[in-house]
T-cell receptor, first 113, second 114 residues
Framework: SQQGEEDPQALSIQEGENATMNCSYK?????LQWYRQNSGRGLVHLIL?????REKHSGRLRVTLDTSKKSSSLLITASRAADTASYFC?????????????FGAGTQVVVTP | KAGVTQTPRYLIKTRGQQVTLSCSPI?????VSWYQQTPGQGLQFLFE???????NKGNFPGRFSGRQFSNSRSEMNVSTLELGDSALYLC?????????????FGEGSWLTVV
């Protein structure tokens, strides 16, 4: 079963626009990580946010975490065609979850030049 | 620094055969985990190894097995292949010892069962 649910399932935007996707999860977490996957490729790590953090930035990426609502959001600013990919949130449930993540179904983002 | 390396990248097997996939983690990483990705089920955790010991196991039949060597390299094996085993198999590595480490993934091994 999947812990997280991404919303929306698909997103189509133009270059230069911002893209926002949300992730909701069901149980308490230790941390949440966001990944990008280009078609047929592996997962590229974007950001890790711990349960005691509320916001993190990395370049054009901004991640927020609201543990009271059990939700996270990923914002990509000034999107580029190269941002076209599927984006996944993944949660580590406990301190014992060293390499074990539970993934959502992902958001498919298409950025049109 | 090299990333997580998986071999082979693509393979085709026949029902009933077995397959072995290999994973070399990032240098210094001792935790290796495996995931299966299919269009229908998404990304699902298979198992995790640390210091040659299986720490966690997902909900997969016993046909799926793995092991880790003293150099942290890992292999997973699927025996008696079924059509439904066709998937992208992803290996991931991290430092281990805590849930707070970044987990890095390889490019995956595409398995097609015919």
């Amino acid at each position: 079963s999947q812990q997280g649910e991404e919303d929306p399932q698909a997103l189509s935007i133009q270059e230069g626009e911002n893209a926002t996707m949300n992730c909701s999860y069901k149980t308490s977490i230790n941390n949440l990580q966001w990944y990008r996957q280009n078609s047929g490729r592996g997962l590229v790590h974007l950001i890790l946010i711990r349960s005691n953090e509320r916001e993190k930035h990395s370049g054009r990426l901004r991640v927020t975490l609201d543990t009271s609502k059990k939700s996270s959001s990923l914002l990509i600013t000034a999107s580029r065609a190269a941002d076209t990919a599927s984006y996944f949130c993944a949660t580590a449930l406990t301190t014992d979850s060293w390499g074990k993540l539970q993934f959502g179904a992902g958001t498919q983002v298409v950025v049109t030049p | 620094k090299a990333g997580v390396t998986q071999t082979p990248r693509y393979l085709i097997k026949t029902r009933g055969q077995q397959v072995t996939l290999s994973c070399s983690p990032i240098s210094g990483h001792r935790s290796v985990s495996w995931y299966q990705q299919t269009p229908g089920q998404g990304l699902q955790f298979l198992f995790e190894y640390f210091s040659e010991t299986q720490r966690n196991k997902g909900n997969f039949p016993g046909r799926f097995s793995g092991r880790q060597f003293s150099n942290s390299r890992s292999e997973m094996n699927v025996s008696t292949l079924e059509l439904g085993d066709s998937a992208l198999y992803l290996c991931a590595s991290s430092l281990g010892r805590t849930a707070g480490n970044t987990i890095y993934f390889g490019e995956g091994s595409w398995l097609t069962v015919v």
